[in-house]
């Protein structure tokens, strides 16, 4: 009885407790608020940046002038007035200078139009209708003609890149598309590049990009639907599926989120991605992106949806799970034996990348006596003079690593390699010489940072990377302990997170047969005779024949 | 899509009740064991246990399928009234608490001893319940999942481990079986029913399940497993040690890890990297302690389940200071045995027979006229 009332009298047990339950309330109501700041919607005005006020006469005039009036008097807008064929109807060409194929505009448009022989065709000059009819149907030879009343969207038309015309008589405006501008040629990946595939990437122009998907299929199933992103800037956005085998309830996320996305101006799939994902204080992707063609068509045909911007060749691919981080389109060209170990090779780095600097701390710190001997005898005599404990070594070490890393990619080539030779000396040669670090401590982290340049996803690898330094303060505080308690963690954020619905652990906790034919290992095509059940397809079926 | 559901799968069903069973028993009970039977019959008992541990299961499945998608702490009011139904729900989850800290305080008293010689043991317990209210808040599918990730990979861990301890095997030292008779077999009971507590959670667990007309699926499987590792586990200690030194370790599975050595692989000490692995297992079990508890407290009093389970982090903090020392940790865990024989077979079958005598039994059709 008396231990028991000394026991609660003890004022450490009840700090402790306050302690263990106070500060996980506080950091969830911290979270929780962090949260709502992403849900909270701010009210703002309606903005109109094309004047609605202004509507379409049949008078040239007034029309040109008020188009001039939303468009300003840019020096790239060419407008030009001319008479029509024989008669003395006065018309309008305008258009973008630079957006538009100046050739196809002389030869299929102007030059019809100026010569022009109503008389064989019985128009009617007093009619609007008939005009329009003589134009659409017997003179232009352009395939994509529009004809519209609405003035936004003739503004919107001509800046990117239509032609319009512009008829006396008429209060319409034709929308003639022989949009040419310059863009990039297709060519291999720089960011995922393969020893054997398709050397083949996506481009910064939307419309290349579905044609390159169209070419690869003759399904008729292959559905491009289309959206405006940008208040501002009104970027076309287009997502694929495969209409037969994507997930209803998946199609509708994808496209409830992008509609809710409100913002001015997209300027790269990557706004996209941030503005859809699911968990924005995760430091996971969550949605997977890529310029590769023939990745993309895998995914949609796997029942995933393909999210596609215009003006960048990177495409996002929803949902997205860990392992898809970790698997390259070259797992499937090549055979399945020394592919499937490769993979296995991708998992090990992973881990590798996060946890060997840490497990290195941990050792020498912490458990000297679980490495043998010998080598806790050889760690200790490299040791000898630096005077820094093992977690300051490492730091030093990670971060003059990820400086070299970065340095590279921001620098122009040639000066690159300076930067890489320089670091090399200085990292491998000096710094030891100087007593400054150990050697294995070097070894520890070039082994480190080459596992962490494995991953062939770019942002999977960042991820990766920055949990590296995680890691190691853990290990510095509690040893093998914190590293566990760190693995723990790790695992109960990807359990906890999800992509569109999907979580991100699957299909490492779905266990079903079919999707673990295609995570650790890749086994023979043959045995993969469904598609992958994770993504809940409509039609399962990939090989009829057992 | 689909997995937003808040049930739970068949096979994540058989994860979770496995590692409820697998935790710190498999160092506890070489040692309890040897101190009772005395014989190289450990496997026997252990056997033995695991099959009566299946009937209760068994018990348990029959009473929650009377009662679909009702947790414990819903279904024994309705079976004998509220009074002696709130009290048994209480003792439930003080019990479940129990099991719990006794978890975390056995992982933090091994940790030290292991691996973190200066660190205090309230840091090392401190930082385990921190990393597990970040699972527990959001609900039983992360759990399930979480689970169902780890807890193949802590089991093979756990077997090569063992299987490594083959080199030290002695067939001799498993001999003779049954030489003294039945009684020291049947004296090892006890020891067996501390370390398969665990199956009452079944009691809650089977109302969540998708299909819980698999749930007698559920607890063959789910108990063969951890049963067979208990096996395997005996096994090779009483052949690596000999009952009479077994008797004489705190820890005989560590003892026999440290027995055995092998050169020029990576790691020569194996015990600390082991516990290393098994402190997952033993966090596992924990979660699904607090997870019951705090799922019984919400459904008795108005607070929600998240607010519960952080309430609770204060009592399990507690409760798993309270023991001084180890003796006093071996105290309690032979307290939580008896409990656990209690609400794994008493409650259950006491309950079965009174819901069978007063003929009460919910059905689906019933729930919709209701």
Same mark, same amino acid.
């Given at each position: 009885?008396?231990? #028991?009332?000394?026991?609660?009298?003890?004022?450490?047990?009840?700090?402790?407790?306050?302690?263990?339950?106070?500060?996980?309330?506080?950091?969830?109501?911290?979270?929780?608020?962090?949260?709502?700041? $992403?849900?909270?919607?701010?009210?703002?005005?309606?903005?109109?940046?094309?004047?609605?006020?202004?509507?379409?006469?049949?008078?040239?005039?007034?029309?040109?002038?008020?188009?001039?009036?939303?468009?300003?008097?840019?020096?790239?807008? !060419?407008?030009?007035?001319?008479?029509?064929?024989?008669?003395?109807?006065?018309?309008?060409?305008?258009?973008?200078?630079?957006?538009?194929?100046?050739?196809?505009?002389?030869?299929?448009?102007?030059?019809?139009?100026?010569?022009?022989?109503?008389?064989?065709?019985?128009?009617?000059?007093?009619?609007?209708?008939?005009?329009?009819?003589?134009?659409?149907?017997?003179?232009?030879?352009?395939?994509?003609?529009?004809?519209?009343?609405?003035?936004?969207?003739?503004?919107?038309?001509?800046?990117?890149?239509?032609?319009?015309?512009?008829?006396?008589?008429?209060?319409?405006?034709?929308?003639?598309?022989?949009?040419?501008?310059?863009?990039?040629?297709?060519?291999?990946?720089?960011?995922?590049?393969?020893?054997?595939?398709?050397?083949?990437?996506?481009?910064?122009?939307?419309?290349?990009?579905?044609?390159?998907?169209? $070419?690869?299929?003759?399904?008729?199933?292959?559905?491009?639907?289309?959206?405006?992103?940008?208040?501002?800037?009104?970027?076309?956005?287009?997502?694929?599926? !495969?209409?037969?085998?994507?997930?209803?309830?998946?199609?509708?996320?994808?496209?409830?989120?992008?509609?809710?996305?409100?913002?001015?101006?997209?300027?790269?799939?990557?706004?996209?991605?941030?503005?859809?994902?699911?968990?924005?204080?995760?430091?996971?992707?969550?949605?997977?992106?890529?310029?590769?063609?023939?990745?993309?068509?895998?995914?949609?045909?796997?029942?995933?949806?393909?999210?596609?911007?215009?003006?960048?060749?990177?495409?996002?691919?929803?949902?997205?799970? +860990?392992?898809?981080?970790?698997?390259?389109?070259?797992?499937?060209?090549? $055979?399945?034996?020394?592919?499937?170990?490769?993979?296995?090779?991708?998992?090990?780095?992973?881990?590798?990348?996060?946890?060997?600097?840490?497990?290195?701390?941990?050792?020498?710190? +912490?458990?000297?006596?679980?490495?043998?001997?010998?080598?806790?005898?050889?760690?200790?005599?490299?040791?000898?003079?630096?005077?820094?404990?093992?977690?300051?070594?490492?730091?030093?070490?990670?971060?003059? #690593?990820?400086?070299?890393?970065?340095?590279?990619?921001?620098?122009?080539?040639?000066?690159?390699?300076?930067?890489? &030779?320089?670091?090399?000396?200085? #990292?491998?040669?000096?710094?030891?010489?100087?007593?400054?670090?150990?050697?294995?401590?070097?070894?520890?982290?070039?082994?480190?940072?080459?596992?962490?340049?494995?991953?062939?996803?770019?942002?999977?690898?960042?991820? &990766?990377?920055?949990?590296?330094?995680?890691?190691?303060?853990?290990?510095?505080? %509690?040893?093998?302990?914190?590293?566990?308690?760190?693995?723990?963690?790790?695992?109960?954020?990807?359990?906890?997170? =999800?992509?569109?619905?999907?979580?991100?652990?699957?299909?490492?906790?779905?266990?079903?047969?079919?999707?673990?034919?295609?995570?650790?290992?890749?086994?023979? %095509?043959?045995?993969?005779?469904?598609?992958?059940?994770?993504?809940?397809?409509?039609?399962?079926?990939?090989?009829?024949?057992? | 899509?689909?997995?937003?559901?808040?049930?739970?799968?068949?096979?994540?069903?058989?994860?979770?009740?496995?590692?409820?069973?697998?935790?710190?028993? #498999?160092?506890?009970?070489?040692?309890? %064991?040897?101190?009772?039977?005395?014989?190289?019959?450990?496997?026997?008992?252990?056997?033995?246990?695991?099959?009566?541990?299946?009937?209760?299961?068994?018990?348990?499945?029959?009473?929650?399928?009377?009662?679909?998608?009702?947790?414990?702490?819903?279904?024994?009011? %309705?079976?004998?009234?509220?009074?002696?139904?709130?009290?048994?729900?209480?003792?439930?989850?003080?019990?479940?608490?129990?099991?719990?800290?006794?978890?975390?305080?056995?992982?933090?008293?091994?940790?030290?001893?292991?691996?973190?010689?200066?660190?205090?043991?309230?840091?090392?317990?401190?930082?385990?319940?921190?990393?597990?209210?970040?699972?527990?808040?959001?609900?039983?599918?992360?759990?399930?999942?979480?689970?169902?990730?780890?807890?193949?990979?802590?089991?093979?861990?756990?077997?090569?481990? !063992?299987?490594?301890?083959?080199?030290?095997?002695?067939?001799?030292?498993?001999?003779?079986?049954?030489?003294?008779?039945?009684?020291?077999?049947?004296?090892?009971?006890?020891?067996?029913?501390?370390?398969?507590?665990?199956?009452?959670?079944?009691?809650?667990?089977?109302?969540?399940?998708? =299909?819980?007309?698999?749930?007698?699926?559920?607890?063959?499987?789910?108990?063969?497993?951890?049963?067979?590792?208990?096996?395997?586990?005996?096994?090779?200690?009483?052949?690596?040690?000999?009952?009479?030194?077994?008797?004489?370790?705190?820890?005989?599975? +560590?003892?026999?890890?440290?027995?055995?050595?092998?050169?020029?692989?990576?790691?020569?000490?194996?015990?600390?990297?082991?516990?290393?692995?098994?402190?997952?297992?033993?966090?596992?079990?924990?979660?699904?302690?607090?997870?019951?508890?705090?799922?019984?407290?919400?459904?008795?009093?108005?607070?929600?389940?998240?607010?519960?389970?952080?309430?609770?982090?204060?009592?399990?903090?507690?409760?798993?200071?309270?023991?001084?020392?180890?003796?006093?940790?071996?105290?309690?865990?032979?307290?939580?045995?008896?409990?656990?024989?209690?609400?794994?077979?008493?409650?259950?079958?006491?309950?079965?027979?009174?819901?069978?005598? $007063?003929?009460?039994?919910?059905?689906?059709?019933?729930?919709?006229?209701?």
């Amino acid at each position: 009885m008396g231990r #028991i009332i000394e026991f609660l009298a003890r004022t450490d047990v009840w700090l402790g407790t306050i302690v263990v339950v106070l500060v996980p309330v506080l950091s969830a109501l911290l979270f929780k608020k962090l949260k709502e700041l $992403r849900r909270k919607t701010n009210v703002r005005p309606k903005q109109h940046f094309i004047p609605s006020n202004i509507v379409l006469t049949e008078k040239l005039t007034s029309n040109v002038k008020s188009i001039k009036a939303i468009v300003g008097d840019s020096s790239d807008i !060419i407008f030009r007035q001319f008479k029509l064929g024989n008669d003395n109807r006065s018309c309008s060409i305008v258009h973008i200078d630079g957006l538009v194929d100046a050739q196809q505009l002389q030869q299929a448009v102007l030059h019809p139009l100026l010569h022009g022989k109503q008389a064989k065709s019985r128009l009617n000059l007093f009619r609007s209708q008939s005009i329009k009819d003589y134009l659409l149907n017997h003179t232009i030879e352009v395939s994509d003609i529009k004809v519209t009343k609405e003035i936004d969207k003739v503004a919107r038309q001509l800046l990117s890149g239509s032609v319009l015309l512009l008829v006396d008589g008429l209060d319409e405006v034709l929308i003639l598309s022989v949009k040419k501008w310059i863009s990039r040629s297709v060519e291999d990946p720089i960011s995922e590049p393969l020893v054997r595939g398709p050397r083949m990437g996506f481009i910064e122009n939307l419309r290349d990009n579905t044609a390159i998907l169209r $070419r690869m299929t003759t399904d008729p199933n292959l559905t491009f639907t289309d959206f405006e992103v940008g208040e501002r800037t009104k970027k076309q956005l287009t997502i694929a599926y !495969i209409r037969d085998i994507a997930n209803d309830e998946l199609l509708t996320e994808v496209k409830r989120r992008i509609e809710d996305l409100d913002i001015d101006h997209a300027a790269e799939s990557g706004y996209i991605e941030q503005l859809i994902e699911d968990d924005y204080l995760s430091i996971f992707p969550q949605v997977q992106s890529t310029e590769r063609p023939d990745r993309v068509m895998a995914a949609i045909l796997e029942g995933r949806v393909a999210i596609m911007l215009d003006g960048t060749p990177y495409v996002l691919i929803a949902p997205a799970t +860990f392992s898809v981080m970790l698997q390259s389109p070259e797992d499937y060209y090549e $055979r399945w034996i020394p592919m499937s170990l490769i993979r296995v090779l991708r998992y090990i780095a992973a881990l590798l990348s996060v946890f060997l600097p840490s497990f290195y701390i941990a050792f020498v710190s +912490f458990h000297q006596g679980l490495i043998p001997t010998d080598l806790a005898l050889a760690i200790a005599g490299t040791r000898v003079g630096v005077p820094f404990p093992t977690i300051i070594e490492a730091l030093l070490m990670e971060v003059s #690593i990820e400086l070299l890393r970065e340095a590279g990619v921001r620098l122009p080539k040639p000066v690159g390699q300076t930067v890489g &030779l320089v670091g090399a000396l200085i #990292i491998g040669e000096a710094a030891v010489q100087a007593g400054l670090v150990s050697p294995i401590m070097v070894i520890v982290v070039s082994a480190t940072a080459i596992s962490s340049f494995v991953s062939p996803q770019y942002n999977a690898g960042i991820a &990766l990377r920055s949990l590296r330094f995680l890691s190691m303060f853990s290990a510095a505080l %509690l040893g093998l302990y914190g590293i566990s308690l760190f693995f723990l963690a790790l695992c109960i954020h990807a359990v906890k997170l =999800k992509s569109f619905g999907l979580p991100y652990v699957t299909p490492g906790t779905l266990y079903s047969k079919e999707d673990w034919k295609d995570f650790f290992l890749r086994l023979p %095509l043959f045995t993969m005779r469904k598609r992958p059940a994770e993504y809940y397809p409509k039609d399962q079926v990939r090989r009829k024949k057992k | 899509m689909k997995l937003g559901t808040n049930q739970i799968t068949t096979t994540q069903m058989i994860a979770l009740l496995s590692s409820a069973l697998i935790a710190v028993g #498999i160092f506890t009970l070489p040692r309890n %064991l040897a101190l009772k039977v005395g014989t190289p019959d450990l496997w026997i008992s252990t056997l033995i246990g695991g099959i009566f541990s299946y009937i209760t299961c068994l018990i348990i499945v029959s009473l929650c399928l009377r009662f679909k998608q009702l947790t414990f702490f819903q279904f024994n009011k %309705l079976i004998v009234g509220k009074w002696i139904g709130t009290l048994l729900s209480v003792g439930f989850i003080g019990y479940a608490l129990m099991i719990g800290s006794f978890e975390i305080r056995s992982m933090g008293e091994l940790t030290q001893f292991y691996l973190l010689e200066e660190t205090p043991i309230t840091v090392i317990v401190i930082s385990m319940y921190w990393v597990a209210i970040y699972l527990l808040t959001s609900g039983i599918n992360p759990i399930a999942r979480l689970i169902e990730m780890l807890t193949p990979l802590t089991i093979c861990i756990f077997v090569i481990v !063992i299987l490594l301890g083959l080199e030290v095997f002695e067939l001799d030292n498993l001999r003779p079986v049954l030489g003294l008779g039945i009684t020291p077999v049947l004296k090892g009971l006890t020891p067996t029913f501390l370390t398969f507590s665990g199956t009452e959670f079944l009691l809650v667990f089977i109302a969540m399940m998708q =299909k819980p007309k698999e749930a007698k699926k559920v607890a063959l499987i789910g108990l063969a497993i951890p049963v067979s590792i208990y096996i395997l586990a005996v096994v090779v200690i009483t052949g690596g040690l000999s009952v009479e030194r077994m008797k004489h370790q705190k820890w005989p599975t +560590f003892a026999l890890i440290q027995e055995y050595e092998y050169r020029g692989v990576l790691f020569e000490r194996f015990e600390s990297l082991f516990l290393v692995v098994w402190l997952i297992q033993m966090f596992l079990t924990y979660v699904v302690c607090h997870y019951v508890a705090a799922k019984g407290v919400a459904t008795l009093t108005r607070l929600s389940y998240k607010k519960a389970s952080y309430m609770l982090l204060a009592a399990v903090y507690f409760i798993c200071l309270i023991p001084s020392d180890l003796n006093q940790l071996e105290k309690m865990g032979t307290l939580i045995g008896w409990t656990s024989f209690a609400f794994s077979f008493l409650v259950p079958a006491l309950l079965l027979l009174i819901a069978w005598m $007063r003929g009460l039994k919910l059905d689906d059709e019933q729930r919709s006229s209701a």
